[in-house]
């Protein structure tokens, strides 16, 4: 068989099944990271927990509320407080009244300029408030360690297996002190209760749900101790908060 031929069949091989295709990985890149980037999105995104209060958004609005009440809880139990926290990824401004509230310095950050655009209505001009960075979490621009307080709200459910223990890393890496992370775990409940969402609403919530022992393994490996966990909704949610500290 010619070479020629041979790199024909390859081509042709390549373009009805790429090589490299994962369809988790796709399904991250060209639909989940840009969904986020379309304002109309991001409106929808505020509207949901902060917006008027209907019935289509009561969910977003009561999770959203348990989501601030837990990163409270977990900051004021912190030992010593916080004093430079980064928000990432910020979305729409969500933990900025909570941060603010603690006193210290908050940067926040998001791959999303139109998710940011909409957070600077709850940050810009708040005391302590040091401003926004457009980056991508899996490829931090900061030096290690430069915030004592790490938190990541509501990211971690969205990333495909592939890339969670590199954006775990990365986290540990810019933080001296903590990380507070939210992840989908995935008990034999939440799972079946997932698939029947997902068919009702034809939305797919959570894409990758973890088992704890998976979550556990990606901290330990990070250098991370969990020393807090928070149920965000038990039973209706599969959102866990962990508090985690440099081991
Ligand atoms: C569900 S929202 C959560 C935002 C906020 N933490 C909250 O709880 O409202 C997910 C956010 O992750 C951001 N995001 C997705 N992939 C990212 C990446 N690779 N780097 C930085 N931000 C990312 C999106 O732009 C979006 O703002």
Redesign the pocket.
Known sequence: MSEDHEAGETAGAILAEPVNYDADVAAYELA??PR??NLGFAER?LAGYAGRLKLSTFASYVIARR?QNCIAKALETCSPLPSQILD?????G??ADVLIRHNCQVMA????ME?MALAKTAYEGRPGFQGFVR????QLPMANESFDTVIC???IH?IPPHLRRKIINELARVTSRRLIVSYGLASRFQRIRLKLRNSITGRVSAPHPVDFSVAREDFSQAGLKLVRSFSILPLLSCEQVFVLEKA
């Open positions: 989940t990271k986020y980037q995104y989501e990432i990824p910020c979305g729409t969500k933990l950050a998001d791959i999303s998710m980056c991508d979490v899996t709200l509501r990211l969205l």
